[in-house]
């Protein structure tokens, strides 16, 4: 099945090892992905941009929407918590004020485009449970995670606000990586910090208090006998995992959790090759998970 | 309708445990609130519960506590929502804040933070004969956070306090936003340096927690983007927070997505030697594996594009600001 792909800035970026490692495994999921990036679209402005200029925002990630109702191709996977997240509340604004709408529309002349309203950004993770459903995947699991205890991390902005992310509508998307993990073969480890804030945003701002947070998620999943962590957010990676040596220094104690990007365990799961999911690119070494599950790393 | 309130108690005179939880099964109406169901269990089954409670009507702020994990109005929280499947509810104290016994916690932290922002007008010149009035706009624009009940919910939830007991947190930051904004005020600049220095605007993790949580729509992480904005337009443009913000519209504008090398470079300051040193290990560790940002940013296809559409909305804001 045919579909536009928003891969983000960090997959490409802080994260290298997420982007092949997701394009392997939506296409192993039967997608055929058309790369957004590759016609112009932009970053989606991560809420920065937004914090200085929502309208701005508003009119790139129209272009985003434009760009895929072009192709004909309004339906656009996500595989970044902050660019569901920004992606919904932009589209929520747009289309629930068509005056605003025109407005935006306004800016994106001159380029010959136009958002008519149809565009659908939804994270890999949602699609699993909405469109592929449990059962089937299920079916392409070569590899069960039996024995796995994982802890999920959802990263803020595929939780709250809970208004432009629909969940009353779609309450299957609350406890998604929860059923994706089990479904996998894996066991669940539930801690309260799985919807808080990794810290990623305040890094270079304060960063004492965003390795604090790293501290408190990755000690407390840890304490509960978790393995590993998985998250479908690669900011929230950047921190858990790229800033977990600061916090062993700033707890003064061992942790050594193995942060897991979700399309990284779908491709585990898959019988996938650990290398072309890139698991060995990670600060904090994925090697005692790819031995818990019988697999050379 | 039965419902099962699984609820955290805390007696500060028993001596054998520290906190517990204890289930009370009751009968309640379909239209119940979760506070209907935590009196019926004072009056009824044990008397020894402790809750603060007033209005009944999400109007005093005196019931906000946490259920099922999250902060809310235990009067403006429906059984049937908190528990749609029929399972227990949890019930426990708001976060950030010392329990003085079961779902009563102490307010001394909350309103000292709302004191430290001078919550009062502060106009310049000599006083008006009548009132001081201001337009009707910025009267409806503050309405929003005037509606704040000062529950604490927002409080309660904010994970950038739960690492840092010293950030001022959504509350009281919403608070100063309402004078922030308020043409009548005449202390915006002194406001806002206050505000710019460390606990303040830039310590917000952006995390949205106080936005879901506040039952009056005050939305207070907004009103602390909005005073960031504010206070960059106000010349406070040197803190890590306002250069991150600037290196990161920059990189989209110029190549229409994340530099990611160079934003934290771009941050702390190319000549801020000490604080570079400080990527040092952490880039090594990511050079090592691998796990690192092109060296070469490729720009996307028709960037031109992109920059055009920047500055064409800018000039269109600018029009309209005028
Ligand atoms: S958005 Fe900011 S103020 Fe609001 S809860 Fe999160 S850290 Fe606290
Ligand atoms: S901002 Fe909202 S949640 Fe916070 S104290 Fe005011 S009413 Fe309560
Ligand atoms: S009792 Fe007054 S707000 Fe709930």
Redesign the pocket.
């Known amino acids: 099945m045919k579909i536009a792909f928003w891969p983000g800035c960090v997959s490409r970026g802080g994260c290298p090892e997420l982007y092949p490692a997701a394009k392997k495994v939506a296409a192993q999921l039967g997608y055929e992905l058309d790369e957004l990036q590759e016609r112009g679209a932009t970053c989606t402005g991560a809420g920065v941009l937004q914090e200085k200029n929502q309208f701005l925002g508003d009119v790139l990630n129209a272009r985003t929407f434009a760009i895929a109702e072009k192709i004909n191709l309004p339906d656009i996977m996500t595989i970044c918590s902050t660019c569901q997240g920004v992606m919904s509340q932009a589209n929520k604004r747009m289309k629930s004020n068509p005056d605003y709408l025109a407005k935006v529309n306004e800016q994106l002349q001159e380029e010959g485009l136009q958002y008519k309203g149809t565009a659908n950004p939804r994270h890999l993770l949602w699609m699993i449970v909405e469109d592929i459903g449990m059962d089937k995947l299920k079916t392409y699991v070569r590899r069960p995670l039996k024995g796995l205890r994982l802890a999920p991390f959802y990263g803020c902005y595929i939780v709250r606000p809970s208004g432009s992310l629909e969940l009353k509508l779609h309450p299957e998307r609350e406890d998604s990586l929860e059923r994706v993990m089990e479904a996998l073969g894996a066991e669940v480890v539930d801690f309260p910090g799985k919807t808080r ?1 990794c810290g990623f945003p305040i890094l270079t701002i304060n960063e004492r208090n965003s390795v604090q947070m790293v501290v408190n998620h990755t000690t407390d999943a840890k304490d509960r006998g978790a393995d590993a962590m998985v998250t479908p957010c690669p900011l929230c990676h950047l921190n858990l995992d790229g800033y977990q040596p600061s916090a062993m220094l700033q707890a003064n104690r061992e942790i050594n959790l193995p942060i897991i990007h979700l399309p990284q365990l779908l491709g585990l799961a898959m019988g996938f090759d650990p290398q072309d999911m890139g698991l060995k690119r990670h600060i904090i070494s994925a090697k005692k998970v790819l031995t818990k599950l019988q697999v050379a790393a | 309708m039965e419902v099962t309130l699984s609820v955290r108690r805390y007696n500060p005179d028993d001596k054998e445990r520290p906190s517990w939880w204890q289930d009370y099964t009751v009968d309640v109406e379909r239209t119940a609130s979760v506070l209907d169901a935590l009196i019926k269990v004072r009056e009824e089954v044990d008397g020894s519960l402790s809750l603060r409670c007033s209005c009944r009507s999400a109007i005093c702020g005196s019931c906000a506590m946490r259920v099922n994990g999250h902060a809310h109005l235990a009067c403006n929280t429906k059984i049937i929502e908190a528990s749609q499947d029929g399972s227990k509810i949890r019930v426990e104290p708001m976060g950030n804040a010392a329990v003085v016994k079961d779902l009563v916690v102490d307010m001394k932290m909350f309103w000292d933070k709302v004191r430290q922002v001078s919550p009062w007008l502060q106009p310049a010149g000599p006083e008006p004969a009548g009132e001081y009035t201001a337009p009707n706009e910025a009267m409806l624009h503050l309405a929003g956070v005037m509606s704040c009940i000062m529950c604490g919910a ?1 409080v309660s ?5 739960e690492v840092d007991k010293n950030f001022i ?2 509350a009281a ?1 919403a608070k100063a936003y309402r004078f922030v904004a308020d043409p009548r005020d005449a202390q915006t600049v002194e406001r806002l340096r206050m505000l710019n220095e460390y606990s303040g605007i830039w310590d ?8 879901q949580a506040c039952p009056k729509g005050v939305a ?2 907004d009103r ?1 983007m909005a005073m960031r904005d504010k206070a960059m337009e106000a010349g406070f443009t040197k803190t890590y927070g306002a250069r991150h913000t600037d290196a990161f519209v920059d990189s989209i504008e110029h190549s229409g997505w994340l530099d990611e090398l160079r934003l934290p470079i771009k941050t702390v300051g190319m000549f801020n030697l000490p604080k570079l040193m400080g990527f040092g290990p952490v880039g090594l560790r990511a050079l090592m594996r691998g796990k690192m940002p092109p060296i070469f940013h490729t720009p996307v296809p028709n960037v031109k594009n992109v920059r055009r559409l920047f500055k064409k909305v800018r000039a269109t804001q600018g029009r309209e600001q005028k």
Do not use: G
């Open positions: 804030c | 927002c939830d904010c994970t950038s306090l947190a959504p930051l917000c993790t952006r995390c949205y927690e106080c936005v207070p992480m602390i």
